[in-house]
């Protein structure tokens, strides 16, 4: 392992010289894909520092042992090389981790997507209660969450929303939410008290910077029409809402959040780009066999992936068979408990997949 470790330091030093020439410092597209590659190298490296140092402490505590001459410092040294033994496995599984290539996208920001599924007035009342709960999950984490575009539903909530989140490693943390959510609970329109299931969609798409995706803007025709929906005078009278039409894939993508056309325009081609940088990534999941394999990110948005329980007060992610019995706290947007299951099933598969690579 040390070996593999010496090749990251020397690659470490060499994007270190790197992004502080000026040559890369004026190509944009190099210059982010240093600096990344620059962050991601100085974890494991300070993880090798770590290692080497614990190694070598292994060393001098079997020396002292095997010298033997002092009874004290040898106690001392027993004591020493227990916990660095007992500390060694767990750090050279967290080396292991770090050394498998991390996915490029689980850096990006995302454009997610909530649309109501079956269930009628409830679903999109469902859809209204998930980008509430996102929101201030994304919020608590400290990133920025802008909504794009909405429509909202006749009772309440969304019959689609579609926002951007910005952040650290915001990809990485929420695709883990693309699927079919479930909602049973008695609907607030149901005179009866019967409980009701209804569902929604959540869409993941990794934002595409601009160099990820050649957009050429001759296939793209702009609508530009007033916005709907509650807003000011403004709003809803200046022709500032826009709509997007690609001809070669047929996707519409509209935007009506800003008062700005120019700001709207901006917010729908970042959309647009997204959907289509998707679909080059579905192509690359279907061919790639470890990650269709994969019980928790395989990309297939028809799964039912959580059912959110109200009169149990319940939710089960039915990827890993999770049930907490919390649903007040996680709608109010403390997910992270499921995140960091899921994040660690996932682990233990790609360390699983390393060690019979190794």
Same mark, same amino acid.
């Given at each position: 392992m040390l070996d593999k470790l010496q090749i990251v330091k020397q690659r470490f030093d060499e994007v270190n010289d790197l992004i502080i020439q000026p040559d890369i410092i004026s190509d944009q597209k190099r210059y982010v894909q240093l600096n990344k590659e620059y962050k991601d190298l100085k974890i494991l490296v300070e993880k090798r520092d770590v290692y080497k140092e614990l190694l070598d402490n292994i060393a001098e505590a079997e020396e002292i042992i095997a010298d033997g001459s002092d009874a004290e410092m040898t106690e001392m040294a027993k004591m020493q090389l227990e916990e660095a033994k007992d500390e060694l496995p767990k750090l050279e599984d967290e080396i292991k981790l770090l050394l498998i290539p991390k996915d490029p996208e689980d850096s990006k920001n995302i454009v997610m997507e909530v649309r109501a599924g079956t269930g009628g007035d409830e679903a999109s009342i469902f859809a209204g209660d998930l980008h509430r709960m996102y929101t201030k999950y994304c919020e608590g984490r400290g990133w920025n969450v802008s909504i794009v575009d909405y429509s909202e539903g006749t009772s309440g909530g969304f019959k689609e929303i579609i926002f951007e989140v910005s952040g650290d490693d915001v990809y990485g943390t929420m695709k883990f939410e693309?699927?079919?959510?479930?909602?049973?609970?008695?609907?607030?329109?149901e005179t009866q008290g019967r409980v009701h299931t209804s569902a929604a969609t959540v869409m993941v798409l990794p934002e595409a910077e601009e160099f990820d995706v050649e957009l050429d803007m001759k296939d793209v025709r702009i609508e530009r029409t007033t916005s709907t929906g509650p807003g000011g005078q403004s709003v809803n009278t200046t022709?500032?809402?826009?709509? &997007?039409?690609?001809?070669?894939? !047929?996707?519409?993508?509209?935007?009506? #959040?800003?008062?700005?056309?120019?700001? %709207?325009? /901006? *917010?729908?081609?970042?959309?647009?780009?997204?959907?289509?940088?998707?679909?080059?990534?579905?192509?690359?999941?279907?061919?790639?066999?470890?990650?269709?394999?994969?019980?928790?990110?395989?990309?297939?948005?028809?799964?039912k992936i959580r059912t959110y329980?109200?009169?149990?007060?319940?939710?089960?992610?039915?990827?890993?068979?999770?049930?907490?019995?919390? &649903?007040?706290?996680?709608?109010? !947007?403390?997910?992270?408990?499921?995140? #960091?299951?899921?994040?660690?099933?996932? %682990?233990? /598969? *790609?360390?699983?997949?390393?060690?019979?690579?190794?």
């Open positions: 693309a699927g079919v959510h479930r909602v049973q609970r008695v609907p607030q329109t022709y500032s809402a826009i709509r &997007l039409h690609h001809a070669p894939s !047929g996707l519409v993508v509209s935007c009506q #959040d800003q008062k700005s056309s120019h700001k %709207n325009l /901006e *917010k729908a081609l970042k959309v647009l780009r997204s959907r289509l940088y998707d679909k080059e990534l579905e192509k690359k999941l279907a061919a790639d066999s470890v990650r269709r394999k994969s019980m928790v990110s395989s990309g297939d948005r028809s799964a329980n109200y009169s149990q007060g319940r939710v089960t992610d039915h990827r890993i068979g999770l049930t907490l019995y919390d &649903l007040s706290n996680i709608m109010n !947007g403390d997910i992270q408990k499921i995140l #960091d299951e899921l994040m660690l099933v996932e %682990n233990t /598969e *790609k360390l699983k997949e390393a060690s019979e690579i190794m």
